[in-house]
């Protein structure tokens, strides 16, 4: 196997702008379609939960299909670069659609809010998992991963995030929240069209090692035979529930329980500090500890911080401030660990199974994020519904305190089962050291001696 030279800031940056891009289209839609389904669009809440459910059903099918379809591709730009290329405007197009607004009957825009919902979701893994897939490609080297994370979170979390909660305050410049949405998003579409479009001139594919062909009836047993992967993806799942909820409901805890809408823009600009820290100390804790240790501290602290957030009164508001920045800081280190630790899964199962692909591990991840999404966001509907929410009306005391439940309980009930999770992920910096060297001997031996010829 060729030696790659270590990647320059230049090349990684070039790479991970697109992740902004992704995040911009993503962060759009976990934000904001919870509330603009109920609020906006007027769907029943009952409705919103079956859809985000049956939405997944879909991606079980759609997921692994996508990541076969990766690994085979062959094109002059590599195999997963030209679904940035050839994907970029669809998935945005139907970002736009996904918050139209028709004039229709009820079960009219239920059915489209079906189409449109499950269409984006397709495309969305036809271009951010291939996306994502350019990393285990561009470097085999654990703590370039870790640095290419933070990079990606960076731009997923701190820049993304910043551009996104300016939305709702922006839609309610308008006379009409829909119009306010409808400006919104089409300025999120066309940011995030360019972004990808940038990240695919500037990527690059640097790990040439040809994938063998396999069947449609391997993926199965290639997942399931490979323990990392399994053992993160439930991580990453648990992990995505947690800020998942803490989004979806987080405009109804500042329009309802603190009564102060116009906080909710403040308050995650006021967080932005907390995800930035965590971009920049994470490389440097995963060196020292490992990327697991640096993931299980993070689960831990979003595991003791949203507790306590819980139990201190949110009035003298820095108090609630000063705990929502430590939580947040620990859930940026969860953020940047998982996404490091993801290529690794790509080697040990061609280590296990005997078989590389990038895109099946990376489908899995994929799909197991969108389930995590479904999960949380129909279950934040399903709560709020079982407890009377009625959307713009005087909530009832039940309907608060679930609320304030899915805010603060939830997500740290999500990490604490994500901190047992890490626990029998085994593949540690020793290990997958010990496999790379193990596939670059395998190699060697199978590839011909060119002073033999």
Same mark, same amino acid.
């Given at each position: 196997?060729?030696?790659?030279?270590?990647?320059?800031?230049?090349?990684?940056?070039?790479?991970?702008?697109?992740?902004?891009?992704?995040?911009?289209?993503?962060?759009?839609?976990?934000?904001?379609?919870?509330?603009?389904?109920?609020?906006?669009?007027?769907?029943?809440?009952?409705?919103?939960?079956?859809?985000?459910?049956?939405?997944?059903?879909?991606?079980?099918?759609?997921?692994?299909?996508?990541?076969?379809?990766?690994?085979?591709?062959?094109?002059?730009?590599?195999?997963?670069?030209?679904?940035?290329?050839?994907?970029?405007?669809?998935?945005?197009?139907?970002?736009?659609?996904?918050?139209?607004?028709?004039?229709?009957?009820?079960?009219?825009?239920?059915?489209?809010?079906?189409?449109?919902?499950?269409?984006?979701?397709?495309?969305?893994?036809?271009?951010?998992?291939?996306?994502? %897939?350019?990393?285990?490609?561009?470097?085999?080297?654990?703590?370039?991963?870790?640095?290419?994370?933070?990079?990606?979170?960076?731009?997923?979390?701190?820049?993304?995030?910043?551009?996104? #909660?300016?939305?709702?305050?922006?839609? !309610?410049?308008?006379?009409?929240?829909?119009? !306010?949405?409808?400006?919104?998003?089409?300025?999120?579409?066309?940011?995030?069209?360019?972004? $990808?479009?940038?990240?695919?001139?500037?990527?690059?594919?640097?790990?040439?090692?040809? !994938?063998?062909?396999?069947?449609?009836?391997?993926?199965?047993?290639?997942? *399931?035979?490979?323990?990392?992967?399994?053992?993160?993806?439930?991580?990453?799942?648990?992990?995505?529930?947690?800020?998942?909820?803490?989004?979806?409901?987080?405009?109804?805890?500042?329009? &309802?329980? $603190?009564?102060?809408? %116009?906080?909710?823009?403040?308050?995650?600009?006021?967080?932005?500090?907390?995800?930035?820290?965590?971009?920049?100390?994470?490389?440097?804790?995963?060196?020292? #500890?490992?990327?697991?240790?640096?993931?299980?501290?993070?689960?831990?602290?979003?595991?003791?911080? &949203?507790?306590?957030?819980?139990?201190?009164?949110?009035?003298?508001? &820095?108090?609630? #401030?000063?705990?929502?920045?430590?939580?947040?800081?620990?859930?940026?280190?969860?953020?940047?660990?998982?996404?490091?630790?993801?290529?690794?899964?790509?080697?040990?199962?061609?280590?296990?199974? !005997?078989?590389?692909?990038?895109?099946?591990?990376?489908?899995?991840? %994929?799909?197991?994020?969108?389930?995590?999404?479904?999960?949380?966001?129909?279950?934040?509907?399903?709560?709020?519904?079982?407890?009377?929410?009625?959307?713009?009306?005087?909530?009832?005391?039940?309907?608060?305190?679930?609320?304030?439940?899915?805010?603060?309980?939830?997500?740290?009930? &999500?990490?604490?089962?994500?901190?047992?999770?890490?626990?029998?992920?085994? *593949?540690?910096?020793?290990?997958?050291?010990?496999?790379?060297?193990?596939?670059?001997?395998?190699?060697?031996?199978?590839?011909?001696?060119?002073?033999?010829?």
């Amino acid at each position: 196997m060729k030696m790659l030279k270590p990647l320059t800031h230049r090349q990684i940056f070039g790479y991970t702008i697109g992740d902004l891009g992704i995040n911009l289209n993503f962060q759009m839609m976990s934000f904001y379609l919870a509330y603009f389904y109920t609020d906006v669009f007027r769907i029943p809440t009952e409705q919103v939960t079956g859809l985000f459910f049956a939405a997944r059903f879909w991606d079980a099918i759609n997921d692994p299909l996508m990541g076969y379809l990766a690994d085979r591709t062959r094109t002059k730009w590599g195999k997963f670069r030209p679904y940035l290329l050839f994907g970029a405007l669809p998935l945005n197009l139907i970002l736009l659609a996904c918050f139209f607004t028709p004039e229709m009957s009820t079960t009219a825009r239920v059915v489209y809010a079906y189409v449109t919902y499950i269409a984006h979701g397709m495309l969305f893994t036809a271009v951010g998992l291939p996306y994502s %897939s350019i990393s285990a490609v561009m470097t085999q080297d654990q703590q370039e991963r870790a640095v290419i994370s933070s990079y990606r979170m960076f731009f997923a979390v701190v820049v993304a995030l910043s551009v996104i #909660i300016l939305v709702q305050p922006f839609a !309610g410049l308008f006379e009409q929240e829909t119009t !306010g949405f409808t400006v919104a998003v089409l300025a999120v579409a066309a940011l995030s069209t360019t972004l $990808l479009l940038v990240a695919f001139k500037n990527s690059e594919e640097r790990v040439k090692i040809p !994938g063998e062909r396999y069947k449609i009836s391997q993926i199965l047993p290639m997942v *399931l035979g490979n323990g990392p992967l399994l053992w993160l993806a439930l991580a990453m799942f648990l992990n995505t529930c947690i800020w998942v909820t803490v989004n979806a409901v987080a405009l109804y805890y500042f329009k &309802y329980v $603190l009564k102060h809408e %116009s906080l909710f823009a403040i308050f995650f600009f006021i967080m932005l500090p907390a995800n930035l820290l965590g971009v920049l100390l994470t490389p440097i804790i995963t060196k020292r #500890i490992g990327k697991k240790a640096a993931f299980m501290i993070g689960s831990a602290v979003v595991l003791i911080f &949203y507790l306590t957030r819980h139990i201190v009164p949110s009035n003298p508001l &820095y108090i609630f #401030i000063a705990v929502s920045f430590v939580a947040t800081f620990g859930m940026m280190m969860c953020s940047v660990t998982q996404w490091g630790m993801v290529p690794d899964t790509v080697e040990y199962g061609h280590w296990k199974n !005997g078989v590389r692909s990038e895109g099946i591990p990376f489908a899995f991840f %994929s799909f197991t994020q969108k389930m995590g999404m479904a999960v949380a966001g129909a279950t934040a509907t399903g709560v709020l519904s079982l407890a009377g929410y009625e959307a713009n009306t005087e909530l009832t005391e039940t309907a608060k305190t679930a609320i304030e439940a899915l805010f603060n309980l939830f997500p740290a009930g &999500y990490s604490l089962l994500c901190l047992i999770a890490l626990v029998f992920y085994k *593949l540690d910096n020793k290990t997958y050291s010990k496999i790379l060297n193990e596939l670059k001997q395998q190699e060697a031996s199978a590839t011909p001696d060119a002073d033999a010829k």
